[in-house]
């Protein structure tokens, strides 16, 4: 599975930030306030909540004794909360005024920490206002607690010791699966420095270079399979744990699984126009040296952004594109797979079923993976001739991977030691292909980066330059026709896929969730935290 690219100068979602920085509580005779200007600096670190007055005395303007007892509740806690006053008639730097916002004096107002920006490289201009969030009316300390818990993603109780919401989270970060625990790999470098082919697919040649696992596999722990569970066990077991498992065995009843023929989808969507990828071995968001690309000498990446990448010298391959329609698309597929079209790969891939062919969806029965406890971001296919390897990577979604139609070996690293997979930005470029004489040609760098790619090939890893990869501990999760891959968020993962001898393909289809443990990314010390979504899990 791979994530859309980002753009130097793109904002994108960044995740929950740490809680645990200093707080930093007033006395009760203070008579200043935070300026607006305070709370921007603050808000870089903490999360900032204030009662709004007219003289900077609490007792003097309103009725507040819930925020008196919230301020001595957390002046001794550890939380990242700054908790002060602020003056009705503040304003922001860039001149805007407080009340713009519907504020009045007696409200509690509260400024969420800001997120570092960790998708732009390029420098940017500081913020001149954040939009706060506004409690009126009842301000008992109850209420006021679970303001500030939703608001600064904090977990404390009216006692001011942690909630139970808060207790059970710290359990969850103190037990997630790590595969080192399960592995009885004793030496470092358990990928060779070389790559091994190792041929499980029937009727393959080991000659055939594009069917290669990675790897000896007896070396290799796998993952647990098992039949499917119930809601409950499903969570307590692997979602809030971070535990990859395959449910063996448990699409045969789909419509899909049966009547998804190439036949059945070329005479359903022959005319629909897709857009595919083309790669000449079949090796998809690659990364390889920046200088094996034609006007390299010429593309220039801004100073301050060349600055802040940890490999400036490499680029993640992206394939090439083409628009066609579905029956084009099949012939390709048929063709690559009978040798007739050879040094090229197509592949129609996260394509979002919704969107493109939604009558498949009926064919689907997700109501089997235990409804409504994730929330659905997007529902994709992933239909190729089969000889694709879509390189090591990690996605921000928990992810349900379900075969249909060929296998899948699908390589796993968890995302703990995120030092030992180098995560970062790599720039990115993209393949050009040639339709007329058939050739794929390395032409296009572009001013954009990859925040998921790491840059290790695991297929032939250099250690002098990766030294820390020596120190992971694989997992394989090889995927059969009727198996389920639950993938959590954040994993690392490089996919080997094969074809199904007789059809000539291979077919999956996939669920992204909102993640239950989240984390900021790009960025190789952040750990995984529960998603604030989630909180009524807890």
Not at 126 to 151: C, E, H, M, W, Y
């Amino acid at each position: 599975m791979r994530s859309e690219k980002v753009y130097f100068n793109i904002n994108n979602l960044a995740f929950l930030g740490a809680l645990n920085w200093c707080i930093i509580c007033c006395a009760s005779a203070l008579s200043s306030c935070l300026s607006l200007d305070d709370v921007l600096t603050r808000s870089r670190s903490s999360c900032v909540v204030a009662l709004v007055t007219k003289n900077c005395i609490a007792d003097q303007d309103v009725d507040n004794y819930g925020y008196v007892q919230l301020r001595n509740l957390l002046q001794h806690k550890n939380l990242g909360i700054v908790v002060d006053f602020v003056h009705i008639d503040s304003k922001w730097p860039n001149g805007e005024p407080l009340r713009k916002g519907n504020v009045e004096v007696g409200n509690i107002v509260l400024f969420r920490k800001v997120k570092k920006d960790r998708t732009c490289l390029l420098p940017s201009t500081r913020k001149q206002s954040i939009a706060p969030v506004i409690l009126n009316g009842i301000n008992d300390l109850a209420t006021l607690v679970d303001f500030v818990n939703d608001g600064c993603e904090t977990y404390f109780s009216t006692s001011g010791g942690p909630s139970v919401e808060g207790l059970h989270r710290n359990e969850i970060l103190k037990t997630l699966f790590h595969v080192k625990n399960i592995s009885n790999i004793q030496s470092r470098k358990v990928f060779p420095t070389q790559s091994l082919q190792f041929c499980e697919v029937k009727d393959q040649s080991c000659s055939d270079t594009n069917h290669m696992l990675h790897s000896n596999p007896s070396k290799i722990p796998e993952c647990e399979k098992i039949d499917l569970p119930s809601k409950n066990s499903f969570f307590h077991n692997y979602v809030k744990t971070s535990k990859p498992v395959i449910f063996k065995n448990v699409l045969r009843n789909w419509p899909a699984f049966s009547k998804w023929t190439n036949g059945y989808l070329r005479e359903k969507y022959g005319k629909n126009n897709i857009h595919i990828k083309l790669t000449p071995l079949g090796e998809y968001e690659g990364v390889e040296p920046r200088n094996m690309w034609e006007n390299h000498e010429k593309f220039k990446i801004p100073q301050s952004v060349l600055n802040q990448l940890a490999f400036p010298d490499l680029v993640v391959v992206r394939p090439a594109t083409k628009n066609l329609n579905f029956s084009s698309f099949m012939d390709i597929v048929e063709k690559v797979s009978n040798g007739s079209i050879k040094d090229m790969s197509a592949y129609l891939e996260y394509s979002s079923i919704p969107d493109h062919l939604p009558e498949l969806e009926d064919d689907i029965q997700e109501d089997l993976f235990f409804q409504g406890l994730l929330k659905r971001d997007h529902l994709n296919i992933w239909l190729s001739d089969g000889r694709t390897l879509g390189k090591l990577h990690f996605d921000q979604y928990d992810n349900l991977l379900c075969q249909i139609s060929g296998k899948k070996q699908v390589m796993l690293f968890d995302p703990h030691n995120n030092h030992q997979m180098y995560e970062g930005h790599i720039p990115e470029a993209t393949l050009s292909y040639n339709q007329t004489s058939n050739t794929f040609h390395r032409r296009h760098l572009l001013e954009s980066t990859s925040m998921v790619m790491s840059p290790v090939d695991i297929l032939k890893p250099d250690y002098s330059r990766f030294p820390l990869f020596g120190d992971t501990y694989p997992l394989n999760c090889t995927l059969e026709e009727g198996d389920v891959l639950y993938l959590p968020s954040f994993w690392w993962h490089e996919v080997q896929s094969f074809p199904n001898v007789t059809a000539g393909r291979n077919l999956a289809i996939n669920f992204w969730y909102d993640p239950f443990l989240i984390k900021e990314f790009p960025c190789a010390e952040c750990k995984l935290d529960v998603n604030p979504k989630y909180r009524h899990l807890l």
